[in-house]
């Protein structure tokens, strides 16, 4: 009875989602009462739809960039040739994930320069680390029995890669990509410090102006979106792992 | 006999080769925000420096390619850091002009890709060694001290970095401060909240989902908006409540960045402590009551003490979450290092940029090494488990 109420939340969301992205004035007065008499309480200096569509264009390159490289090096790393760097790539692991966002998006631009360059290498390079972590840790706890029976089936090291063990491995791999795109919305706003155009930009007009109305509205534009694309990943998530558990 | 190169020592020589010969290794700048011109290693040191770091980097590099003890490659990775971070303090006073107070010396991309390169070896080294915590805290410390010796030897006082920390090196520590207080004061709170809540939310199942899915929502909201949102009501506490002014409640400035700091950390620690407390094995828990521990001394004598890892891996976890983000705190006025950061993205001075985000890395590094340890030291599995 009460398993449809989460999804009829988000579909909600959803549709309030687009419908303040599309018309953004008809929400004016509920936003009204957050600033001063004369300031607009709906962000005049671009189209909240554009820059919507930019956060996600800009998440999204570094996320697709970031899962090819992260699965690549942690098959490497699980293969017999690339094995002496197993260990080492744990603790890299480790140690980069104490690097904080602002820093390796700072630490870019002297690299780059300003725009949106610095800040697709920060979300690349942060967002490498959940993926490459969960794919290692899938190819390296697969059952033994499936191993083994595929070992003994006759398959090539190349067919049981692709048939056995990347199949097996992909719902833990969603799940990384899945962190690593949440981490990635909230770090693109901080991109515009840097000038990259994201959702940030709005906040930071709001800070500056002291108009509230503008880091509410950038705040839950990032917030609904992180939490729909959270959503839709482990839904994606689950029916993998679904489909792999019946086959 | 055939000789045995090691992959990685094959990598290490490729990255050091190219950092050495093709890229620059300082950078001369007429002025602290102009471009610069880029100098080759040899270009950049008196001829027997010079000469001397390429003979110091070919032995490291060939300690790397070879299969040898790892205590080996350790020892030439510390050597050629000590000689590169040596080389470069000393090539900001070779390169700067006699009397020229503006012109500045900022390393370059070959030397951060030779230190790259080394780093790389150093870590690999350890790893290979898996020391025991107690012998990592020590390399930290160790590593701290030589960074802190090169530091008031006044070797680095050249360079670019170190003159913009010259110009605001009391800023600089106050800024220090009040970064390590927002980071570390918002997790004591966290934790001083958050683990009642966690042992409440352990005990009264119903609450325990929705507890925590508020909490994840509100680590969806990206901490600028969050700082941003929280001028306005802690602004109208300032104004309306009898004595919050008094006590440092602000709209602007520190207030707002330590309750957001403080709301992205309850989430780990409740969460951490409901599965720490849900991973106490029953016959633990069964054995206690058997011998009449009351519910009060079961919490604090069986049930704390074996959840006790997982809550420090969530107190890592904020630590270290914390000193990033507080970087941000910046924007709204509450201090920290990013005030550097954003002052020299303002201005384009990335050297600015630098002494802001290099000690904000090397704070969350050595308290992820110093957490890392204690979490190992305080967990009962034996050594051996943690890989399975």
């Given amino acids: 009875m009460r398993a449809w109420v989460p999804t009829i939340l988000r579909s909600l969301l959803l549709l309030v989602l687009i419908a303040f992205l599309v018309s953004p004035e008809n929400f004016e007065p509920l936003l009204k009462p957050l600033v001063q008499p004369n300031a607009p309480a709906i962000y005049n200096q671009g189209s909240l739809l554009s820059l919507t569509i930019l956060h996600l264009r800009t998440v999204l390159i570094a996320t697709l960039a970031a899962t090819i490289i992260a699965v690549l090096l942690a098959i490497l790393v699980t293969r017999p040739f690339g094995v002496e760097f197993l260990a080492l790539s744990r603790s890299l692991v480790n140690i980069g994930q104490t690097f904080p966002p602002v820093a390796v998006l700072a630490l870019a631009v002297p690299a780059v320069g300003f725009g949106e360059k610095p800040t697709l290498i920060a979300l690349f390079l942060y967002g490498l680390l959940p993926i490459f972590e969960n794919t290692l840790t899938a190819l390296t706890n697969l059952p033994r029995s499936v191993m083994e029976a595929a070992r003994g089936s006759g398959m090539t090291p190349f067919q049981r890669l692709i048939q056995v063990e990347?199949?097996?491995?992909?719902?833990?791999?969603v799940a990384g990509i899945r962190l690593s795109v949440v981490i990635s919305l909230a770090t693109a706003t901080i991109g515009s410090t840097v000038a990259a155009k994201t959702l940030g930009e709005v906040i930071i007009a709001g800070l500056q102006s002291n108009n509230l109305a503008f880091v509410l509205q950038g705040g839950l534009i990032v917030g609904a979106l992180a939490v729909l694309i959270y959503d839709g990943l482990s839904a994606i998530e689950a029916m993998i792992a679904?489909?792999?558990?019946?086959? | 006999m055939r000789v045995r190169f090691d992959k990685l020592g094959i990598v290490i020589a490729l990255l050091a080769a190219y950092g050495a010969l093709w890229a620059s290794f300082a950078t001369l700048k007429p002025n602290r925000i102009v471009q610069g011109q880029a100098q080759a290693m040899l270009q950049s040191l008196p001829a027997w420096a010079g000469w001397g770091l390429v003979i110091v980097l070919v032995l490291a590099i060939a300690a790397a390619l070879f299969r040898t003890s790892p205590w080996i490659k350790l020892l030439a990775a510390?050597?050629?850091?000590?000689?590169?971070?040596?080389?470069?303090?000393?090539a900001a006073t070779f390169l700067t002009p006699a009397g020229n107070s503006y012109a500045r010396v900022s390393p370059a991309s070959g030397f951060w890709i030779l230190l790259f390169a080394f780093a790389l070896l150093a870590a690999d080294a350890i790893t290979r060694l898996d020391p025991p915590p107690a012998m990592r805290v020590l390399f930290l410390v160790l590593a701290a001290a030589a960074i802190?010796?090169?530091?008031?030897?006044?070797?680095?006082?050249?360079l670019s970095i170190m003159k913009e920390y010259a110009g605001r090196a009391d800023v600089f520590w106050i800024e220090a401060g009040k970064h390590v207080e927002l980071a570390l004061g918002s997790l004591f709170a966290a934790v001083l909240v958050g683990s009642p809540l966690g042992i409440l939310c352990h005990r009264v199942a119903p609450l325990r989902d929705g507890v925590l899915n508020t909490l994840n929502l509100v680590q969806t909201i990206p901490s600028i908006a969050l700082f941003g949102l929280l001028i306005a009501p802690l602004?109208?506490?300032?104004?309306?409540?009898?004595?919050?002014a008094a006590i440092g409640i602000r709209g602007i400035g520190v207030a707002p960045a330590f309750v957001a700091l403080f709301l992205y950390s309850l989430l780990p620690v409740v969460a951490n402590t409901v599965v720490g407390l849900a991973g106490v094995p029953r016959a633990a828990n069964d054995a206690a009551r058997g011998i009449g521990m009351t519910g009060r001394q079961r919490l604090f004598k069986i049930e704390f003490p074996l959840a006790l890892p997982v809550i420090l891996t969530a107190i890592r976890i904020v630590l270290v979450q914390n000193i990033g983000m507080a970087t941000i705190a910046a924007l709204i006025g509450g201090g920290g290092f990013g005030v550097f950061v954003f002052q020299g993205i303002g201005q384009t001075a990335m050297d600015l940029v630098l002494l802001g985000a290099?000690?904000?890395?090397?704070?969350?590094?050595?308290?992820?090494?110093v957490l890392d340890?204690?979490?190992e030291m305080n967990s009962r599995v034996p050594n051996g488990a943690r890989s399975a």
């Fill in chain 2, 358 to 369: 290099v000690p904000t890395v090397a704070l969350a590094f050595a308290s992820a090494v």
């Fill in chain 1, 166 to 173: 990347l199949p097996l491995s992909l719902p833990v791999v």
């Fill in chain 2, 148 to 158: 802190g010796g090169l530091l008031m030897s006044g070797s680095w006082n050249g």
């Fill in chain 2, 373 to 375: 340890a204690l979490i």
């Fill in chain 2, 78 to 90: 510390v050597v050629a850091l000590a000689a590169l971070t040596l080389s470069i303090g000393y």
């Fill in chain 1, 242 to 247: 679904r489909r792999t558990g019946a086959a």
């Fill in chain 2, 235 to 244: 602004g109208w506490i300032a104004a309306n409540v009898p004595g919050a």
